[in-house]
């Protein structure tokens, strides 16, 4: 028996869920009937809109996907116009202002307090800038990521961009692939620092060699069933197949084909691609994509290049994609650190005019949350980087600005339990201004999740931390689980979960003593990964000691109860009416 | 210690309850989370989940326990639950008013 949402897949989806948007767009937000709201919202998501929390009922965040990343010349300008004009509501975060766009960790854009009666002239914008929401959320092809400099990279083995525009096109708004069971996440990498982050994806196309007719070609390892949500991480399997780059399309079709067919329809917590490779095993997933799927013999697993990754590993070059880097035409790719990924919407004007003024006006979002102005000349890199906007955004931040990721939190989510961007903004400042890390560890990554969806990736971070209750003092606060030691590579690992129900207020502290623990006892050049490794959880829990120091947290009460965490008033019954239809 | 097994988010019935394990050998105070939760189709049984903290209890593993209620069973526990609450907020007030 299928669930309430594949019985409202089964009525309405894809493609045609648009026209019933811009109607009910037309018509107002309350000419959504009451007990058919849940359905319309879990359709809106198709195209990229999911209906903010309780208590900021009538307000959309919208999700505009941007595959790989790319944001070709202008477009990072029409994203900020849309944010300055739309992504207005009645809160207003005390760090970031009235209006912001939010990079995310599958190199998205999300904008908040979406009205439903703006969307037909925010969709009409978008689209007449090569922009789009469509499959941004919900269960079909989500956007694409990869190495977000792709075709430019220097490290490159391979150019994954004309591979990745080709899937983007072949399977948006495609009717056979626009309802699966679930959602489908695809990386498709060309470079050989892993920053495509693949193994944390139902689909990973991974940069490696196969001898062909006696030539070593270039192509793609395959790899299935890796995510992160719901308590059961899981890292992508080798499916013992390399494909040609002209082919990926049909591989990556045939897999999502297969997902279509034999995914688990009846529970969505089963229904993940992840779960049905535990099933089957890799062989099967082989056996039968190759049998039932693909209309040519598939090609056995080539030679991988995951010895050379860096990205996200904890130790060596290239943890991220921060700082002044070489293109392959020997122009620049400057990374920027923009702390948990929000950016003011002025502040994204005035980096899209940067962009134009000193690069070619294009500009490249990470899975860590960052920003990367491409194409600068070294003729123009020293003014570029004098730019006083760079003092904020930096190319050489502080190890703990630059290795913050956070998710949305309860400042609009309707999972999360705790706050985050703004806690973890307060975090990073706290831990630069006081805490130093050992002499040659030049990055930290501290990455927070407001609940178990793990949206931040907490379990592939030194210090992963999701959201969790405690009581202090008698009453109940917001508190984090701390994790270690997890992180990408060669050796992918999950963090180990050490320490429970840490109060918000002591974390600071508690990542203070463990790195001054670290810094004691590391063997000479040890990573603090490797440092995690040889530890017993028994000893790490030590290691971490929550303690209160100077660090202060407005938001230790209960925010997930509030209409807006950073109202004055901020109970649910001060809660805004839904906005007037204009 | 490993991860949690329960899911905790928003739509988690409780996320902060006071726990305790008790076996012959050994007895912990510990945090913990409560869950009730039935599938959204075809449901048969309500499941009633209980996980306290790993981190707090060292003479067990990491787990969380799951009961299986018929609804009529679900209605009898939520019914006693609800009359002895009543009962427990009944003498909180009647020690409020003897203080």
Redesign the interface.
């Known amino acids: 028996?299928?669930?309430?949402?594949e019985n409202w897949k089964s009525e309405v989806y894809g493609n045609e869920i648009r026209d019933h948007l811009f109607e009910f767009a037309e018509q107002g937000f309350d000419s959504i009937p009451d007990d058919e709201r849940d359905a319309w919202f879990e359709r809106f998501k198709w195209w990229g809109l999911y209906h903010q929390?309780n208590g900021q009922e009538g307000y959309f965040m919208m999700r505009i996907g941007t595959p790989n990343g790319v944001l070709e010349p202008g477009q990072l300008r029409v994203v900020g116009e849309i944010a300055d004009e739309y992504a207005r509501g009645p809160g207003t975060n005390p760090i970031f202002g009235d209006a912001y766009a939010d990079f995310t960790t599958r190199q998205s854009i999300q904008l908040h307090w979406i009205e439903l009666s703006d969307v037909p002239a925010i969709f009409e914008k978008l689209e007449e800038n090569g922009l789009s929401t469509q499959q941004a959320c919900g269960d079909s092809w989500r956007n694409i990521v990869g190495n977000p400099v792709a075709g430019k990279d220097a490290q490159e083995v391979i150019d994954a961009w004309p591979v990745i525009r080709e899937l983007n096109e072949t399977f948006k708004g495609n009717d056979d692939h626009a309802n699966l069971p679930r959602k489908w996440k695809v990386s498709v990498t060309g470079s050989a620092d892993g920053s495509g982050q693949g193994d944390i994806n139902d689909l990973a196309f991974e940069p490696a060699y196969k001898e062909i007719d006696g030539e070593d070609v270039v192509g793609f390892n395959v790899r299935v069933g890796g995510g992160l949500s719901?308590?059961e991480p899981r890292l992508a399997r080798e499916i013992d197949v390399w494909v040609a780059p002209d082919q990926v399309s049909d591989v990556a079709g045939g897999l999502s084909a297969l997902f279509r067919d034999n995914g688990d329809r009846?529970?969505?917590y089963n229904a993940r691609i992840k779960f049905l490779v535990d099933e089957w095993g890799p062989e099967r997933v082989r056996e039968t994509l190759q049998d039932e799927y693909v209309d040519f013999e598939l090609e056995t697993v080539g030679r991988d290049v995951r010895e050379e990754y860096t990205y996200n590993t904890g130790a060596g070059e290239r943890n991220d994609l921060v700082g002044v880097h070489d293109q392959t035409d020997g122009t620049n790719f400057v990374g920027l650190n923009v702390l948990v990924g929000r950016m003011g919407a002025a502040d994204v004007l005035d980096l899209a005019d940067l962009a134009a003024e000193y690069g070619s006006g294009e500009v490249r979002l990470s899975q860590r949350q960052n920003v990367i102005v491409t194409d600068v000349p070294d003729a123009a890199l020293d003014d570029f980087l004098d730019e006083p906007l760079l003092d904020h955004y930096s190319p050489d931040p502080s190890p703990f600005m630059r290795g913050s990721v956070a998710c949305t939190g309860?400042e609009f989510c309707?999972?999360?339990?705790v706050e985050t961007k703004n806690r973890q903004v307060r975090f990073a400042r706290w831990l630069k201004a006081n805490v130093d890390l050992p002499v040659g560890v030049d990055e930290f990554h501290i990455h927070l999740s407001g609940?178990?969806?793990s949206c931040a990736q907490p379990q592939i971070a030194d210090v992963s931390l999701r959201?969790?209750?405690?009581?202090k003092d008698g009453d109940?606060v917001e508190a984090l689980?701390v994790?270690l030691g997890g992180g990408l590579g060669d050796e992918p690992q999950f963090a180990?979960?050490?320490?429970?129900?840490v109060p918000v207020d002591e974390v600071p502290g508690a990542i203070a003593n463990l790195i001054e623990s670290f810094a004691a006892e590391r063997d000479e050049g040890e990573s603090f990964r490797a440092f995690v490794a040889r530890h017993d959880?028994d000893e790490l829990?030590a290691f971490v000691d929550p303690e209160e120091t100077d660090y202060e947290d407005p938001m230790m009460h209960n925010t997930?109860r509030t209409w807006y965490p950073y109202a004055e008033n901020d109970a649910m019954e001060d809660a805004p009416s839904p906005p007037a239809d204009d | 210690m490993s991860d949690r097994l329960i899911r905790v988010n928003a739509y988690t019935t409780l996320d902060l309850v006071d726990g305790r394990a008790r076996g012959h050998e050994f007895e912990a105070d510990a945090p913990g989370v409560v869950n009730v939760t039935a599938p959204r189709e075809d449901p048969e049984r309500v499941t009633l989940e209980v996980e306290l903290d790993n981190t707090a209890i060292d003479a067990l593993t990491a787990h969380a326990d799951e009961v299986a209620l018929s609804p009529a069973q679900a209605r009898t526990l939520a019914e006693a639950l609800e009359s002895t609450a009543d009962r427990v907020e009944a003498a909180q007030r009647d020690e409020d008013d003897t203080a």
């Open positions: 028996m299928p669930t309430d949402v929390r719901r308590n009846e529970d969505r309860t309707s999972l999360s339990i609940c178990t969806a959201g969790m209750k405690t009581r109940p689980d994790g180990r979960w050490v320490t429970q129900r959880d829990d997930k």
